[in-house]
């Protein structure tokens, strides 16, 4: 192991042991996600390299970087989406709440049902209503059963949707505008009640008054979902994120409570990436 | 600084005055072949209604073909006998096609959906009279007679790869985003297929699946082959000769009388406005569908 991993291992255990960070954030005691020994390759492009890091429950966890870093990629191992890539492989512990989600036991489609995901672009599925998108992982699985519609409202109220939409549910999901359209996304994927909400760049197709509507939500949401957000806008991490994370070249940098990161980095390529000197 | 003055860098040369040239050429000579190809279109279709508007006629569409030696009769038994063998062949050719191509797209592994990808574009290209013969061999000679199954099963084996080819190309439009989206909620695979995949993609696979109805509904060869003899009583058996528009065009143009000649166009102008007809349906379709996955 790299010193820079091993230095970031320490940090991780160091800064966010339970209690400390943040403690006027009620602790949950499930959703808490510890990566071991993580290594992700495209073909023989080593894309992640090695990283441990931990992300605790209660709290929102920024991935930053420069593009091709392999956040987004490590981010896709913990609910296994990466290797649906062709060619893509994973390797190392991805323990949800002390279980191992790489263990041979584990069913791959299981463990997306609790670890949610909401990806760059909003993609509600065209073909559905409103209510029908954010019940679908309800209705297209064995896990829901009972009351899916109720289930949705809920869902559409946790993610700041319904007084918007409520009047239109059995409209196209596809009507809405982009910013609704990804907290439909949103609300999709806190139906099946996830433990972990992975975003990746969520915000970075919505003009900056959605932003922070998805923004305001994080804060909301963070209290009933452990979440990972990765992202390529600093300010961003700064708003949003307890802690932080840089990567660089597959490697884990540095990870921190998020203001002492920005404010005062360990390491000196934090420092140039978050004083903007490079990225 | 001196560059941007110096306006000599930027003066009409011949090299300009040449380009522009065969820019016009190019031009001029595309636009041609684009208004020949549109121009071939308008004097089939212009010279099928100036001929046969004159015999059509509701009594022409609603009795069946006269016997032979006599005249006024029309083409009912023709158009039951095609709708009965377009049907039959859709309704074996549809399903597979659409099988054939959920499978190579959504489930197959490269190696596999490769090949048959080709397969399919060989089988798009074999003359429909072979597979008209292929269909003799396979059910005339065994049966003993020519019949309106033996032509809808030549016509699905026509209709099978337009069908799962243009299928194909349909669904690998659905955007990955939207499978990957189902795959993160824990969404088995076949059911985002059949729940996502397929209702997003539904536009543009009846599109194709009318493109191959209305490419075989003027399909003669194997016809001629597989059910060109009928007895005029049946119209609606398939296990015996069944009438039907592409041979009535086909016998009444043989005919020496010119009474027949105009039937037969008239006939004709019946297939060439259901053919379009299909053709234009299939577009709005496509373009609603498109629509969608673009969204």
Not at chain 1, 17 to 42: F, H, I, K, M
């Amino acid at each position: 192991m790299s010193k820079i991993a091993e230095q970031a291992r320490q940090l991780s255990s160091q800064q966010v042991p339970a209690g400390t960070a943040r403690p006027q954030v009620p602790r949950r005691d499930r959703g808490n996600v510890e990566l071991a020994g993580l290594n992700a390759w495209y073909g023989a492009n080593h894309a992640v390299k090695g990283i441990d890091l931990g992300f605790d429950a209660g709290l929102v966890t920024a991935i930053i970087g420069p593009s091709g870093c392999g956040k987004s990629t490590m981010v896709r191992c913990i609910n296994r989406m990466h290797e649906e890539i062709a060619g893509a492989r994973a390797e190392g512990h991805v323990r949800l709440d002390g279980i191992d989600l790489y263990d041979p036991a584990i069913d791959v489609v299981a463990v997306r049902r609790h670890v949610g995901m909401v990806f760059q672009k909003p993609n509600p599925f065209p073909t559905m209503s409103v209510l029908d998108n954010v019940t679908a992982g309800l209705r297209l699985t064995d896990a829901g059963k009972g009351e899916i519609e109720d289930r949705g409202r809920e869902a559409l109220v946790e993610a700041g949707l319904w007084e918007e939409v409520s009047g239109r549910l059995k409209s196209p999901g596809a009507g809405l505008s982009g910013g609704q359209q990804q907290r439909l996304c949103i609300a999709r994927a806190l139906a099946v009640e996830p433990e972990v909400l992975l975003m990746d760049e969520p915000c970075s197709a919505l003009d900056p008054v959605a932003t922070l509507r998805i923004e305001e939500l994080i804060g909301e949401l963070k209290k009933r979902v452990t979440i990972v957000i990765v992202t390529h806008n600093m300010q961003q991490a700064a708003r949003v994120a307890d802690t932080t994370a840089f990567m660089l070249g597959g490697e884990l940098v540095e990870v921190g409570p998020t203001e002492r990161l920005f404010t005062n980095p360990d390491n000196e390529r934090t420092e140039q990436y978050v004083t903007g000197k490079f990225g | 600084m001196s560059a941007a003055t110096d306006h000599s860098l930027f003066a009409h040369g011949s090299g300009l005055r040449r380009r522009r040239r065969v820019n016009r050429a190019v031009e001029l000579s595309s636009t041609v072949a684009a208004l020949l190809a549109v121009a071939v279109l308008l004097i089939v279709v212009g010279s099928v209604l100036l001929k046969g508007l004159g015999a059509l006629s509701l009594h022409f569409l609603t009795t069946p073909t006269a016997l032979f030696g006599e005249t006024g009769g029309g083409i009912s038994n023709a158009i039951i006998g095609t709708a009965i063998i377009v049907a039959i062949a859709a309704a074996i050719a549809i399903p597979i096609g659409l099988l054939v191509a959920i499978y190579t797209t959504e489930f197959a592994p490269p190696r596999i959906a490769h090949p048959v990808r080709f397969v399919l574009d060989v089988l798009n290209g074999v003359p429909t009279i072979v597979t008209g013969i292929f269909v003799y061999g396979l059910i005339v000679v065994p049966q003993g007679n020519q019949s309106g199954y033996a032509a809808s099963v030549a016509l699905a084996i026509v209709m099978l790869p337009i069908v799962a080819r243009t299928a194909q190309e349909v669904l690998e439009l659905v955007p990955l985003t939207l499978k990957e989206a189902a795959n993160a909620l824990g969404i088995a695979h076949w059911r985002t297929t059949v729940r996502v995949t397929i209702p997003t993609a539904a536009g543009g696979l009846l599109t194709g699946a009318l493109l191959a109805v209305a490419r075989v509904a003027g399909e003669t060869a194997p016809l001629l082959l597989l059910c060109s003899i009928f007895a005029p009583g049946n119209l609606t058996d398939p296990s015996q000769g069944l009438a039907s528009i592409p041979i009535f065009i086909f016998q009444a143009s043989e005919s020496p009388s010119p009474t027949a000649h105009t039937e037969a166009w008239a006939a004709a102008l019946i297939l060439i406005a259901f053919v379009l007809l299909l053709n234009v349906v299939a577009r709005v379709f496509y373009a609603r569908s498109r629509q969608r996955m673009e969204g």
